[in-house]
């Protein structure tokens, strides 16, 4: 039985920007930041020492990035985290999501809209639409980090 949502990922162009919009704009916490290094060894000490065929790859690519960032967590909710995965070369636009299939967006419910909307401006972040209600009858105001 599913109870919710355990995490989404997101790559990162820029970790400062999105630790600064997620934890200082909108309140959540970060928990923690692993390194490849660290999660190298996590991956060894989970399989005992032997890497199975099927992460040899993955952990190939651990090891080569060595003490580098490689991911932070965030705590939006007990239980429920963004993990961001720094990056470190160029990556490939997004797609206009009006002409692609998969992932468009994601909504946070948030205990007072309109005070949320208003520190967020005042923050300097520009919303991309006004506060209006949804046709799902929510409150709704659109912003991208």
Sequence with gaps: MIRGFSHIAFNVKNMEETLHF??????????????????????????QGVIPEEFQD???????CGD???LTYVEMAPHQYIEFFY?????????????AYGYQ???LEVEDIH??????KASGIVPDSALS???????QCWFHD
Excluded: I
Excluded at 115 to 120: A, D, F, K, R, S
Excluded at 133 to 139: A, E, Q, S
């Design 22 to 47: 997620y934890c200082d704009l909108l309140g959540m916490k970060q928990k923690f930041t692993l390194t490849c290094k660290q999660a190298y060894e996590q991956l060894l000490e989970d399989h």
């Design 58 to 64: 993955f952990a190939a690519f651990l090891k080569g």
């Design 68 to 70: 580098r960032k490689w």
């Design 87 to 99: 990056q470190y070369d160029e990556k490939a636009p997004l797609p206009d999501f009006a002409k």
């Design 105 to 107: 967006h994601f909504s």
């Design 115 to 120: 005070g949320m909307v208003e520190h967020l």
């Design 133 to 139: 209600k949804g046709v799902d009858g929510t409150w």
